[in-house]
């Protein structure tokens, strides 16, 4: 049998396929990401480094930009993120829009008011 063997990113699962796989292109000018790339973000706010890390866990850029978010979840404003990979030799410079993340209040329970029960006649 003529197949390949790969694994898949997340679970490492073996995938036996007929067909060579050569690059799977992601995003709008062809930058190539795939699980376990290194790499490196920098988050620019003006002229100030606000935040820079580095990570080998994101799969596509979805997942880069879920991660940057949940990174700077204190964050607001237009922000520039400068990203490289450094296995496949690329930059970009992206911007995004940060929210802060809002924390969870519950509200004042409402007390219930008690009415009391009457009748026509009572009147």
Not at 4 to 19: D, E, K, L, N, Q
Not at 106 to 121: E, G, L, S
Request: glycine fraction near 6%.
């Amino acid at each position: 049998m003529n197949s390949t063997y790969y694994t898949s990113g997340t679970s490492g699962a073996p995938i036996y396929t007929s067909r060579t796989v050569k690059q799977v292109a992601v995003g709008r000018r062809n930058r190539l990401l795939s699980y376990g790339d290194r790499i490196s973000v920098r988050v620019m706010v003006g002229d100030k480094c606000v935040m820079e890390y580095e990570t080998r866990k994101v799969a596509d850029m979805t997942d880069l930009t879920g991660d940057l978010r949940l990174r700077a979840k204190s964050m607001q404003g237009l922000a520039v993120a400068h990203i490289r990979n450094h296995d496949r030799g690329w930059i970009d410079e992206r911007r995004i829009m940060l929210y802060p993340q809002r924390k969870y209040a519950p509200r004042h329970r409402v007390r219930a008011v008690q009415v009391p029960m009457f009748f026509p006649w009572e009147l």
